[in-house]
């Protein structure tokens, strides 16, 4: 979920306080062991290198660069399965997971779309369907982008442990009841997450679209203060597939399909050739 800021930290539940979040530009599971089959050589290269792919649009002026290392990790997402929370300690009892700050929209089509998929939520599926029909599911203070609303410490859309449907994005979860991909009806920062692209225009006019994991310092100077993230964590790296693989759909609609049949060979190859260099959170 997309950060917000807040003016400082606030004490929270059990020790656990807020982090101060700017606006973005756009139980415990085992500790995955640092694995014997990465090649001693790899400890030799600097603790946060990662591999990068570039190549050339061959529609308009831009250059894409891709996080090689992390699409080839098997990181994947642990809620409710040793996710620590990012608020100043951890907190996997609150079942927030990256939900306390709420989620910036990235335009009007953003907020326009996830409002109307809040008027079809049930109260069986949103824990605060009341709350969001009364007062709105986003706010916006004035010069800042919109996001969504926070009620009792997190995101409106987070349903909260002791629901009867169990804690989780309501969103989410009426999408999978739907038979829909959570992508038509979350915060696109949401189903990106933990994917991040940035979009840098040269002088010239020329652009640079980079892709790869979201990092603390993303969030601004109040990830710092998170007890715990996701991709630098050891315990995420613990899927069954490559992230480029599992996140197919959400990767394919973050640069387009041309775009992504471009860089899926070079994944295979790369996947093949092997091993790659293994990501910094278990190298």
């Known amino acids: 979920m997309s950060p917000k800021g807040t003016p400082a930290a606030k004490k929270g539940t059990k020790g656990t306080g807020r982090a101060a979040i700017k606006e973005p530009k756009q139980t415990k599971g085992p500790k995955a062991a640092k694995s014997e089959k990465h090649p001693k050589r790899w400890r030799l290269v600097p603790v946060d ?79 605060f369907a009341a709350e969001g029909q009364h007062g709105g599911v986003s706010r916006r203070a004035p010069g800042k982008s919109a996001v969504t609303r926070l ?40 189903w990106q997450l933990p994917l991040r692209r940035e979009d840098t225009e040269n002088e010239d006019g020329s652009v640079i679209s980079t892709v790869g994991q979201w990092d603390r310092a993303h969030w601004g100077a109040g990830g710092d203060e998170f007890a715990w993230w996701c991709t630098e964590a050891p315990e995420a790296f613990s899927g069954a597939k490559p992230v480029w693989r599992h996140m197919r759909q959400e990767l394919e609609a973050m640069v387009g399909a041309d775009v992504f049949a471009l860089l899926v060979p070079y994944l295979e190859a790369r996947e093949a050739t092997g091993p790659a260099l293994p990501h910094p959170a278990v190298r």
């Open 49 to 127: 290198a990662h591999e990068w792919l570039s190549f050339e649009d061959p529609a308009e002026s831009r250059t894409w660069r891709f996080d090689v290392t992390f699409l080839l990790s098997n990181w994947q997402c642990i809620y409710g399965h040793g996710c620590q929370g990012v608020l100043t300690g951890p907190a996997p009892e609150l079942a927030e997971g990256c939900c306390s700050y709420g989620a910036h929209f990235t335009g009007e089509q953003d907020l326009a779309r996830v409002k109307a998929a809040a008027s079809m939520l049930t109260a069986e599926q949103w824990q």
């Open 151 to 190: 009620v009792k410490g997190a995101c409106i859309f987070l349903n909260r442990p002791g629901f009867p449907g169990g804690p989780g994005c309501a969103l989410h979860r009426a999408a999978l009841e739907t038979g829909r991909s959570p992508m038509e009806l979350k915060p696109d920062v949401c």
